[in-house]
């Protein structure tokens, strides 16, 4: 009985995430709407099983969503202090740096969301991976102390990122 | 009610409006290629953010329902925003990047956009 389930919900969070967007997408939810959107929930998780052969289990829901306050108030931060260097300090006085940040992360996708973060967040900017995927280099904007901005970058988001995708 | 909620309104709006200002501002400020990117991937996305949040308080006020489409326009932007500003980036690092300019890539020696076999020049490719 399960193994019948799981051959027909193969991404049951994909589904839940797809009728909660359907919904949004209507904009005026109904009883109509709820089933067309768990069809489409139903239907494109199994015809796109293919293209996620190994994808990730995340399973401490808890701290992703801890995971997603910090980022969100640090994207609030991030436009803040970016406004203040843009407005009030000399170009003279910025000091524009590139970081290399080792990686202990191996899932693609945990690279991908740390690199996305790394770009929302404070002065700081992605700009490619290393050729294994070992490292990230990242461009600041303002970066006095390059050691003390990939320390912070190892301990606020990679260390979190861990615990949520290992 | 109505006027607090109107305040609302107003108040995303001007904020909205001074990020959105300060990422264009950014634009012609900063003097190098990879600063310049900066501007636009962060202050940007509180201006856009204001402005949905206005959007839907304003839905709020007049429609007398919330709108959602502004939480998913923020969620796509959150998502594209990043990988828009990786693939400049990584344009820039093909055309004015060298091996040795940039810092040491680690265990793997060198950075994946350099990673790659010494194709045919533009000179040869135009030819065929």
Known sequence: ?166 | METLLELLVVIFLVTAGIFGFVGSFGLLKLNDRMSRLHAPTKATTLGVGGVLLASMAHSVLTEGHLSLHELLITLFLFLTAPITAHFIAKVNIHQFETRDSLPDAGEDEIWATHDIEEGPTDAETSKN
């Not at chain 1, 202990?104 to 490619?128: C, F, N, R, W, Y």
């Open chain 1, 1 to 166: 009985m399960t193994r019948i389930a799981k051959r027909l919900l193969p991404h049951p969070h994909l589904t839940i995430l797809l009728v909660i967007v359907w919904q949004f997408l209507v904009n005026r939810p109904t009883p109509n709407s709820l089933l067309f959107g768990l069809f489409l929930g139903l239907v494109i998780p199994f015809i796109t099983q293919p293209f996620w052969p190994n994808r990730p289990k995340l399973r401490n829901w808890p701290k992703v969503a801890a995971y997603v306050l910090v980022v969100l108030w640090d994207i609030v931060i991030a436009n803040i202090i970016v406004a203040r260097i843009i407005l009030f300090k000399r170009n003279a006085d910025r000091h524009p740096a590139w970081i290399t940040v080792p990686l202990e992360l191996k899932q693609p996708e945990a690279i991908t969301v740390l690199a996305g973060t790394i770009t929302m967040t404070p002065g700081t900017l992605s700009a490619d991976v290393s050729a294994e995927g070992h490292s990230l280099l990242i461009h600041c904007l303002d970066a006095p102390d390059t050691d003390a901005v990939r320390d912070e970058i190892k301990s606020r988001y990679e260390s979190r990122l861990k615990e949520i995708f290992e």
